[in-house]
């Protein structure tokens, strides 16, 4: 049994990594968390740790899981984080602890290069560009060399190149053991290695789309483990959502017509049978993304069924879909790849049949347009059961940690969709010391957030606060219209000036740092996950308390469920949920224990309204202000520490 003091000590001022880590500050609170993990996995239990920016939460959960020699899955919020993790922290902590374990690295498996795809596309030489053509023979070069076939390694080609979905799988048309490169696959290797290792690096979508196979019976991609910890948890509520939703897109359909007239060749006849049935499919894709053309880009499917137009463009595509899988249904014995896309049609066509068919109380259906298609879903509107069984199969410990779960002290926005009954929470603040590291200012006077002239009344209220700052800003925002105006607003200040859109987020952001005195404008994706320290970022404003929008289907639907249940979906369900968007956007502010900055928050419902209180007691003990001059002089004050 793991002596649960262990991993505390090692994280100490007598330990390892005090005398290892440059830099390195013991924290009580990390020591604490570390000390949970190692107790929740002992007793398989259910763990909800909130840790503030600082506490060091990757250490604080690997060294128990290292100490632990049980089997251990570690998931991320993102691809990116997960690289970091099995790539600069894991070796660092087992090197340090001086552990021997067997580690892997587990993505989805649009990540990794399909042999079988790569040939298909290399022997139809069809390219829509002389860029496309070259991107291939970098993809081919590669193909010779590497041995993980991750396609992070080859940064060359574009994350949004078309060609990535030719090169790669999804479930439905990978041809698993009948395929001749199954040997050498790197997806099954990848799940090979991670079979056989005693700590697994995965991400949400991975382990949520192997939770959903499970639920549905259909095997599993991961092992089983003895312990699970989910770090940035507060995503998963919603991406759980996604993934435990039934779907279909248009995306779906015309890969799938694709797919099967690869199949054809060298099938002799098999392209005159199937022809006209895929171009039927093909066609009606068509028409049916023409007759949404009316309807509002994402909404209820009650929208859509009323429009007789998309109704009943929406039965001839399912016609057509049952056309060609009994077309298929004659050709499947003819090969391994024809079996597969017959099987895929059959699949496709049930969850059409699924999400058009009769409504179910505990489901939402809804429908999304983009320019080139479309995605009709069927969304369950309370996952805790299903996610609360899965994790009794488990019979594992659940660790669930993230900077932000609670809301006002409470974990029940969480826990509740979660389906975590009573587990253990911890809420350990962060290891900064805000009261002097940070100021709030809630500027006076500005007008309720719908006023129309309410975005150039901010950019006025927070200009001497950015002069004051010397740019060195984040302005964020709650819709990409706030943001487009603020930008023409603030385009004659003197600060270089960052806007959300016009390059890729990761250039914006190293721009912004090596600017030292810019000011970065951003919607949504700049809220969270975005690291920042030192002086180039000394300022946080925030427009509007970022209430989700309530023309969302899916939320729709939620708030009516919990008012069916006699709750009150504002409180109950809204505000939580923007109180921990509030604290992600304002965690960007102090990143490191000598950050000093300043917390603007404009939205004049903070001081006037009633629930205004649970935000601000949501966000870290920092002391407010409703003078401008305060804030002045605390930049002043900043400057002074900072001279020479
Ligand atoms: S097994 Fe599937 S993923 Fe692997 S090469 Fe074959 S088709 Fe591609």
């Given at each position: 049994m793991t002596d649960l003091h262990d991993a505390a000590a090692l994280l100490g001022a007598d330990g390892p990594f005090a005398r290892e880590v440059p830099g390195f500050a013991p924290r009580a609170t990390q020591?604490?968390?570390?000390?949970?993990?190692?107790?929740?996995?002992d007793h398989r239990a259910a763990l909800v740790v909130e840790a503030g920016t600082g506490t060091g939460k990757t250490f604080a959960y690997l060294v128990p899981a290292l100490l632990s020699g049980k089997r251990v899955i570690v998931s991320t919020g993102t691809r990116n984080l997960q690289d970091q993790l099995f790539h600069r922290d894991l070796p660092r902590v087992l090197s340090i602890l001086g552990v021997q374990a067997n580690v892997a690295l587990l993505k989805g498996r649009a990540n990794y290069l399909c042999k079988y795809r790569l040939r298909q596309t290399v022997e139809s030489g069809q390219f829509k560009s002389r860029a496309q053509a070259?991107?291939?023979?970098?993809?081919?070069?590669?193909?010779?060399?590497?041995?993980?076939?991750?396609?992070?390694?080859?940064?060359?080609?574009?994350?949004g190149s078309p060609l990535w979905p030719r090169v790669t799988s999804t479930a439905e048309n990978c041809l698993g053991v009948e395929c001749p490169f199954y040997d050498e696959c790197f997806v099954f290797q990848a799940r090979r290695r991670a079979q056989e290792a005693?700590?697994?690096?995965?991400?949400?979508?991975?382990?949520?789309?192997?939770?959903?196979?499970?639920?549905?019976?259909?095997?599993?991609?991961?092992?089983?483990?003895?312990?699970?910890?989910?770090?940035?948890?507060?995503?998963?509520?919603?991406?759980?959502?996604?993934?435990?939703?039934?779907?279909?897109?248009?995306?779906?359909?015309?890969?799938?017509?694709?797919?099967?007239?690869?199949?054809?060749?060298?099938?002799?006849g098999a392209l005159a049978l199937l022809q006209p049935a895929l171009e039927g499919v093909n066609d009606a894709v068509r028409k049916t993304r023409l007759a949404f053309d009316a309807l509002p880009r994402r909404g209820a499917f009650a929208q859509l069924e009323a429009d007789a137009g998309a109704a009943d463009a929406?039965?001839?595509?399912?016609?057509?879909?049952?056309?060609?899988?009994?077309?298929l249904a004659g050709q499947a014995e003819r090969s391994k790849g024809l079996a597969s896309?017959?099987?895929?049609?059959?699949?496709?066509?049930?969850?059409?049949?699924?999400?058009?068919?009769?409504?179910?109380?505990?489901?939402?259906?809804?429908?999304?347009?983009?320019?080139?298609?479309?995605?009709?879903?069927?969304?369950?509107?309370?996952?805790?059961?299903?996610?609360?069984?899965?994790?009794?199969?488990?019979d594992a410990a659940w660790i669930h940690a993230s900077a932000t779960l609670s809301v006002a002290g409470r974990f029940d926005h969480f826990t509740r969709p979660m389906g975590l009954v009573d587990p253990v929470t911890l809420d350990l603040g962060s290891p900064f010391d805000y009261a002097h590291q940070a100021l709030c200012y809630l500027p006076q006077g500005l007008p309720d957030p719908n006023a129309a002239d309410y975005t150039v009344r901010v950019i006025d209220a927070v200009r001497p606060v950015l002069e004051a700052s010397?740019?060195?800003?984040?302005?964020?925002?709650?819709?990409?219209?706030?943001?487009?105006?603020?930008?023409?607003?603030?385009?004659?200040?003197?600060?270089?000036?960052?806007?959300?859109?016009?390059?890729?987020?990761?250039?914006?952001?190293?721009?912004?740092?090596?600017?030292?005195?810019?000011?970065l404008l951003g919607a949504a994706s700049f809220w969270e996950g975005v690291d920042v320290a030192g002086d180039a970022l000394s300022c946080v404003v925030i427009?509007?308390?970022?209430?989700?929008?309530?023309?969302?289907?899916?939320?729709?639907?939620?708030?009516?469920?919990?008012?069916?249940?006699?709750?009150?979906?504002?409180?109950?369900?809204?505000?939580?949920?923007?109180?921990?968007?509030?604290?992600?956007?304002?965690?960007?502010?102090?990143?490191?224990v000598r950050d000093r900055g300043v917390l603007v928050l404009c939205d004049p419902r903070l001081t006037t309204r009633g629930y205004g209180k649970m935000f601000l007691a949501s966000l870290p003990p920092m002391r407010r202000t409703r003078e401008l001059a305060e804030a002045r002089r605390f930049f002043a004050r900043s400057s002074e520490t900072m001279a020479p």
């Open positions: 020591q604490q968390m570390a000390a949970a993990v190692a107790d929740a996995i070259e991107d291939l023979q970098r993809i081919r070069e590669w193909a010779e060399r590497t041995r993980t076939g991750d396609r992070a390694e080859l940064a060359e080609v574009p994350e005693d700590l697994i690096v995965v991400n949400h979508h991975l382990l949520l789309s192997d939770l959903a196979l499970k639920r549905d019976g259909y095997g599993a991609i991961l092992p089983e483990a003895d312990a699970y910890i989910l770090d940035e948890a507060h995503q998963l509520p919603e991406l759980a959502g996604q993934y435990f939703s039934v779907g279909i897109s248009s995306r779906q359909l015309k890969e799938l017509a694709a797919d099967t007239l690869a199949e054809c060749a060298g099938q002799p929406l039965e001839g595509l399912g016609n057509t879909l049952a056309d060609l899988a009994a077309v896309v017959h099987a895929r049609t059959v699949v496709l066509d049930q969850r059409l049949q699924r999400v058009t068919g009769s409504a179910d109380e505990e489901e939402v259906r809804w429908y999304e347009i983009s320019d080139r298609g479309f995605e009709l879903s069927a969304t369950p509107l309370d996952l805790a059961p299903q996610l609360q069984k899965l994790r009794d199969a488990t010397k740019g060195r800003a984040f302005l964020l925002f709650t819709s990409h219209r706030a943001l487009k105006l603020a930008a023409e607003l603030l385009a004659d200040a003197p600060w270089p000036l960052f806007v959300q859109g016009t390059a890729p987020r990761h250039q914006l952001l190293s721009d912004f740092r090596d600017s030292g005195n810019g000011v427009d509007k308390l970022p209430f989700a929008s309530p023309d969302d289907p899916v939320l729709q639907a939620r708030l009516d469920a919990v008012r069916r249940a006699g709750g009150n979906p504002f409180r109950d369900w809204q505000i939580p949920a923007a109180a921990i968007a509030l604290k992600q956007g304002a965690g960007r502010l102090i990143r490191d």
